[in-house]
């Protein structure tokens, strides 16, 4: 079985470009999940989605955004990048959706580097 | 002060030794524990799922909970050369969409 997959694995950008990232989850998990991981720092939760609607949201600013399709992969879109976006951009998915632990299945990443 | 709190490490031991991380916390909401492990340049692989306070064992790993002190442990035994990585503590309080609040890692070197 396919886990999470994420393309594209890296990438470049220049300051006040936009980038959108894109995340295909595992069979039958129907949330998808995005975190930053900076480089020597754990990730840090960005967006939830479940069903194409946004259940979470971490702090991260209004550049940020995603949607989920009806396939339940999801794009992350980063607008009017700033030198600190640069990162591992990571998409996990999950079956639990309501109270639980919300068990993640972390995909290998996008690493972004803005200069 | 940060919601989880996890020594970056490095951490160095030789082969066949007893590995202790450990995380601590401040939200006593918090009711899921979970480990991860991740290899440089790779996403974070779940390692260990523990929920409430007490113990629980999978093959060498042990992972322990003690929510009076909000405090978090994974015990490797007979620790090998593989076990090099980071090791990521995470938490949430199972309220449906809450995210996972990750402690920074801690590095950890088996030396053969």
């Known amino acids: 079985d396919a886990g999470v997959t994420q393309s594209p694995t890296h990438l470049i950008k220049t300051r006040g470009q936009q980038v959108t990232l894109r995340c295909s989850p595992i069979?039958?998990?129907?949330?998808v999940s995005w975190y930053q991981q900076v480089l020597g720092q754990g990730p840090q939760f960005i967006f939830q989605?479940?069903?194409?609607?946004?259940?979470g949201r971490g702090n991260f600013p209004d550049r940020f955004s995603a949607r989920q399709f009806p396939n339940y992969s999801s794009e992350l879109n980063v607008n009017a990048l700033l030198l600190g976006d640069s990162a591992l951009y990571l998409c996990?998915?999950?079956?639990?959706?309501?109270?639980?632990?919300?068990?993640?299945?972390f995909g290998a990443g996008s690493r972004l580097t803005v200069l | 002060q940060k919601e989880v709190e996890q020594d970056p490490g490095p951490l160095s031991v030789p082969e066949g030794a007893i590995v202790s991380l450990n995380c601590t916390y401040s939200?006593?909401?918090?009711?899921?524990f979970m480990w991860y492990r991740q290899y440089s340049r790779k996403g974070p692989e779940l390692l260990m799922y523990?929920?409430?306070?007490g113990n629980k064992e999978d093959g060498r790993f042990t992972a322990q909970v003690d929510k009076s002190s909000k405090y978090i442990s994974l015990f490797i035994r007979d620790s090998q050369p593989s076990d090099s990585a980071t090791y990521l503590c995470?938490?949430?309080?199972?309220?449906?969409?809450?995210?996972?609040?990750f402690g920074k890692g801690t590095h950890l070197i088996i030396q053969p």
């Open positions: 996990a998915s999950s079956l639990l959706t309501s109270s639980g632990a919300n068990v993640l299945t």
């Open positions: 069979s039958g998990h129907k949330s």
């Open positions: 989605y479940y069903e194409k609607e946004e259940r």
């Open positions: 939200n006593s909401a918090f009711q899921y």
């Open positions: 523990t929920y409430s306070s």
């Open positions: 995470a938490m949430n309080t199972g309220g449906g969409a809450d995210g996972l609040t």
